[in-house]
């Protein structure tokens, strides 16, 4: 990845240091200091070159992403693709990592402090996850940065423990980013409230102009190491800096000019924007899909909770009806005093009357309370199932997966046999399976390796013999041997079978020698 700020100015990852610590770069600078449009240019210079881009905004101001990018919008007042669930982390995650599709969350509209953040720590978690298996790049931007993982949670809503999760798994993306190839661009106007140990792990950070009294602190804090080492930069530099001028700080620290020309207009304005298409039919259906399940759910869960509101507030009245009629009975018990004392005479019809009341009230609310904790477990009950779904779906993907293999690679011969092994080996005692040990004749050097060979050996050199000329990926050979791709027993026959010369290397996936070792 390459991105050009001016025409001498160009950052390439491939270059030391980003090569081997990945490229972490931290946007800083004012209101107006040309810090967005900067970063618009590295975003949009990384989907020109195919990179995947997720954007935290607190303000409506990326959707103009649109103008040129098949970027989604989720939630926000403006171009708004999908709506924003912050219950469903892992629905997002998904669509992105696997579908390669970008987003945009706009998260002013969370107003729990403490769910919005939950909601990203989760959602980050479950991005690094999927990345160990499809390692697209990604370009994870946080806007307004301090806002989640702050130098201290003193005047935040949140819980601290809230935020110590959230700065950890921050601090894995700028520790292990390079490993999973994302890579994260923070943005903040105040760097002196953003986490010190995230801004200590960018190796590249620009300085735009700042107010006095934040330019001081940066001077104290940061310049006064690079002074010592021989740069002429001072907090008045930083002052008087000009819109889109910024001190770098990296592998080659310097003022510069930002000239290069961004293609998307500023945030900062709504133009009317057209749709851009997605990339391709997937990409689309599986937008498509994601957003049917997200409002089939906000629509079930705004049911559910408007029962349960109804529920609770014709409790509260009842709660109040309660407490009017003790009063009353206390000032019925009072007159009656008063009336003994006067004439002694007592209307006892009207205190009987208001007891019974009284208890047909609470009659009632003892109902309502039954009901309310039934649509409480009915909800309990409902997550439960949308997780046992999930799992399913997983399961499903899995199994589709092993259908697709067997459809596309093998021959309808092939797939009965392995169809035939594998309901035979489900229906017969592990006692009495048996690994087939010959050729027919075929590859007579195996014949006579097939026996020395352990089981896995066996069984994978088998799947081979069965498949050949094919060459197969190690994923679809572990499923037609009957193992996880990940199994240590599984892997060590692979290598043991190539060391042999049995199986040889074919690109990313291996096929059957089909001359004797030696030859």
């Not at 087939?436 to 050199?461: A, C, E, H, R, Y």
Request: aromatic share 8%; hydrophobic share 35%; with cysteine.
């Amino acid at each position: 990845m390459k991105f050009r700020l001016n025409d001498d100015y160009v950052i390439d990852a491939a270059d030391k240091p980003f090569s081997t610590e990945g490229f972490r770069a931290c946007l800083t600078g004012t209101s107006g200091s040309g810090k967005s449009y900067t970063a618009a240019l590295i975003i949009e210079q990384w989907m020109d070159q195919g990179g995947v881009v997720v954007i935290f905004q607190p303000i409506a101001e990326w959707h103009t992403l649109k103008a040129e990018y098949p970027i989604q919008v989720i939630g926000g007042p403006h171009s708004q693709d999908l709506p924003l669930i912050v219950s469903e982390p892992k629905l997002y995650a998904k669509a992105i990592i696997e579908q390669g599709i970008s987003m945009i969350f706009y998260t002013r509209d969370v107003e729990n402090e403490e769910d919005l953040v939950k909601f990203v720590y989760k959602f980050t978690n479950e991005i690094m996850a999927l990345q160990q298996i499809y390692k697209r790049p990604l370009l994870f931007v946080l806007e307004e940065a301090h806002e989640y993982a702050p130098q201290t949670p003193k005047g935040h809503i949140a819980p601290p423990w809230v935020y110590n999760i959230m700065i950890k798994v921050l601090t894995d993306i700028h520790t292990q980013g390079r490993k999973l190839n994302i890579c994260p661009l923070t943005l903040t106007q105040r760097p002196q409230l953003l986490n010190y140990t995230i801004r200590q792990l960018c190796n590249l950070t620009l300085f735009g102009r700042f107010p006095p009294q934040d330019a001081k602190y940066i001077d104290h804090n940061i310049l006064t190491y690079y002074r010592k080492m021989g740069y002429d930069i001072k907090d008045t530099d930083l002052i008087t800096m000009d819109t889109g001028q910024f001190f770098v700080m990296g592998p080659d620290s310097k003022i510069i000019d930002i000239t290069e020309k961004r293609k998307t207009p500023h945030g900062a304005d709504t133009p009317i924007l057209e749709y851009v298409e997605p990339v391709s039919k997937e990409v689309q259906a599986a937008i498509s899909d994601l957003g049917d399940t997200l409002r089939e759910m906000l629509a079930k869960r705004a049911e559910e909770e408007d029962e349960l509101t109804k529920a609770k507030r014709r409790v509260k009245y009842l709660e109040n009806q309660v407490k009017e009629q003790k009063e009353k009975i206390k000032l019925g018990v009072n007159l009656k005093e008063l009336i003994q004392s006067s004439n002694g005479t007592v209307d006892t019809g009207r205190i009987e009357a208001l007891e019974k009341d009284i208890r047909e009230h609470k009659t009632e609310k003892a109902d309502l309370i039954e009901k309310i904790d039934e649509l409480e477990a009915k909800i309990s009950s409902i997550e439960k199932l949308e997780a046992e779904i999930e799992k399913l779906k997983e399961n499903l993907e899995t199994f589709e997966a092993l259908k697709n293999v067997l459809e596309k690679v093998f021959k309808p011969k092939i797939i009965e046999k392995t169809i035939v092994r594998q309901v035979s080996s489900q229906l017969k005692p592990r006692s009495n399976r048996k690994t087939i040990s010959s050729t027919g004749g075929k590859f007579p050097w195996l014949d006579i390796w097939l026996p020395k060979l352990n089981t896995p050996q066996s069984k994978v050199l088998q799947v081979f013999i069965e498949g050949y000329p094919q060459s197969m990926a190690e994923r679809e050979v572990a499923m037609l041997a009957g193992y996880k791709p990940k199994t240590g027993s599984f892997k060590q026959a692979l290598r043991d079978l190539v060391k042999w010369n049995l199986l040889i290397k074919d690109g990313s996936g291996y096929k059957l020698n089909d001359r004797p070792p030696g030859t």
